[in-house]
């Protein structure tokens, strides 16, 4: 249930209604927007007389909510989120490149890719250390080596980074991370989120393979319960009956959870297309259908790749594919 208070209420009117509602058993979401503040009523608001609520002077209207992420919804909170991390900025507007290789594999590979991407423009690198993959025989990333190579191009480029934890017991490791990623595959680990929500850190939240768009903002709710509402939610494409590509990029996505969610929303169109040509295409059109940013796999030699190479452009690629990306952004700015 929500609560919308009327323009310019007092704040000792709206603590007391605060308290006489937590009295009652519900949690509170405080969303001051520009003009109004909206409280979100979270627990079961059944015996709750909302005709009484509706009566009281500071209060403009109360609306019954159904759906079952709360913190996440945009009716509780009509403003974007938008996630800082140090000069960037990701949503309301703000749009962010994460870019760099699959897995980080040398000290070499990473700098030369944190540098190019860097000058093309990227405004987050991005590498795996810990690598969930189907095989147990393949690489399975440098680890705390490969986060130990993230932040030294970090300090080289002034890159902030964002780099995936598969177990919370890692969380040590990621003290000076600056975006923990919770891949695909861990999108439901419900422990691993909740760990995360008693983090002070931005989270970019990956789409399962099968997952439902209301299943993403369930997974986001797990991490905001906790406190933590830094979230950046994004598609990477699902699993469907098509073969040319290694997933099938659910852009739609991208618009429904713009109507659902006040969180951020970035494309991975390498994970979802799986073929490195396919990548700048999509990327254009992630950008003109509103995403607020975007995650690219480059390698400096990608048939050389230790992971994923057929998906990751070459850096030269990744220039090209900046240019058409701001090229689709002027285009689509005033539409
Ligand atoms: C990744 O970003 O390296 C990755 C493994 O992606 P996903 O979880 O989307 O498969
Ligand atoms: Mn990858």
């Known amino acids: 249930m929500i609560a919308v208070l009327k323009q310019g209420t007092d704040e ?9 509602l937590r009295a009652r058993g519900l949690d509170v979401h405080i969303s001051r927007g520009e003009f109004h503040t909206v409280l979100g009523l979270i627990g079961d608001t059944a015996h709750l007389d909302t005709e009484l609520l509706e009566s009281l002077e500071i209060v403009e209207s ?7 992420f709360k913190s996440a919804n945009r009716k509780f909170h009509p403003d974007d989120t938008v996630v800082s991390v140090g ?3 990701i949503g309301g507007g703000h749009f962010a490149v994460m870019a760099g290789p699959c897995s980080v594999e040398s000290p070499e590979q990473i700098a030369e890719v ?5 000058a093309a423009g990227a405004s987050v690198l991005r ?8 095989s147990p025989y393949d690489f399975q990333g ?4 490969g986060i130990e190579l993230l932040l030294h191009a970090k300090r080289e480029t002034g890159l902030p980074i964002v780099t995936e934890i598969m177990n919370a017991a890692h969380l040590p490791l990621f003290e000076d991370v600056d975006i923990i990623q919770v891949g695909a595959r861990n999108m439901q680990n419900f422990e691993l989120l909740r760990e995360l929500g008693r983090q002070k850190k931005p989270v970019l939240l990956k789409r399962g393979l099968a997952n439902t768009i209301k299943e993403l903002l369930m997974s986001a709710e797990y991490i905001m319960a906790g406190g933590n509402e830094q979230i950046i939610l994004c598609e990477r494409g699902v699993r469907t009956f098509e073969t040319y590509t290694r997933n099938t990029l659910d852009l739609s996505a991208v618009t429904v959870l713009h109507e659902l969610t006040h969180l951020p929303v970035i494309v991975d169109p390498s994970h979802a297309t799986g073929v490195s040509r396919y990548v700048k295409p999509m990327a254009m059109a992630a950008a003109a259908a509103g995403a607020d940013g975007l995650m690219i796999e480059v390698h400096p030699n990608p048939s050389a790749a230790l992971c994923d190479g057929a998906q990751s452009l070459t850096p030269d690629d990744f220039e090209a594919l900046m240019r058409a990306v701001a090229a689709v952004r002027e285009a689509v700015k005033n539409v």
Do not use: C, H, Y
Request: aromatic share 6%.
């Open 127 to 134: 590498g795996g250390a810990f690598k969930p993959r189907t």
């Open 62 to 68: 109360v609306k019954r909510v159904s759906d079952p």
């Open 87 to 89: 000069d960037v900025k």
């Open 114 to 118: 944190a540098s190019r991407v860097k």
């Open 12 to 20: 000792q009117k709206m603590n007391s209604l605060i308290d006489w």
């Open 142 to 145: 440098l680890k705390a080596e």
